[in-house]
């Protein structure tokens, strides 16, 4: 086969191969410090311009204080409302058993914060609940289009999660 015939099938824009490119399903012409996709096997892209949704899900270590706890809370919606974002959701799901030990804890009280904000508030966040010693773990989650909304309680306790190390401890006493 010709070269120039198979550039123009692998091509079909002008055969400008620093240009354009497939990737994804889709062509993407290249410039300088931007992509642009022109067309998909499934129609064009939509660059959507809804707020990105966030969980944020917090394991507070049962050691400290209430008032400590409450103002960790307190601080992280204060955060992202300072950055400019939005608290669609705070759930307090209690005092509930770890599936492991964390820091030789083996209850922890659980909060589910739903929220929008910039990315830049992510960093600021991670890194403030990093170095908080009534944090025992916190995760950060980008929530996807489709995916259900969340509980509106806490999800149920699992039957081999409670007392992590009870079976241990049973039977060495």
Known sequence: ?????????????????????????????????????????????????????????LLLSM?????????????????????GGVVSRNQSWGQRPTTYRINHQTEAEYHLLQFTGPTSLLESLSHSL?????????????VLRGTPEAPDGAPPVLAGTAGVGTALDSEAA
Not at 130 to 142: G, N, Q
Request: glycine share 6%; charged share 35%.
């Open 1 to 57: 086969m010709d070269a120039r015939v198979r550039q123009n099938l692998c091509d079909p824009y002008d055969g400008d191969r620093d240009r354009w490119r497939w990737h994804c399903g889709c062509y993407i012409r290249w410039s300088p410090g931007s992509w642009l996709a022109l067309e998909r096997n499934d129609g064009p892209l939509n660059m959507s311009n809804e707020p990105i949704l966030y969980d944020l899900v």
């Open 63 to 83: 050691k400290s204080e209430d008032e400590a706890r409450a103002k960790i809370v307190a601080d992280v919606e204060a955060a992202i409302t300072g950055a």
């Open 130 to 142: 990093r170095i908080a010693d009534e944090v025992l773990r916190f995760r950060i989650i980008k």
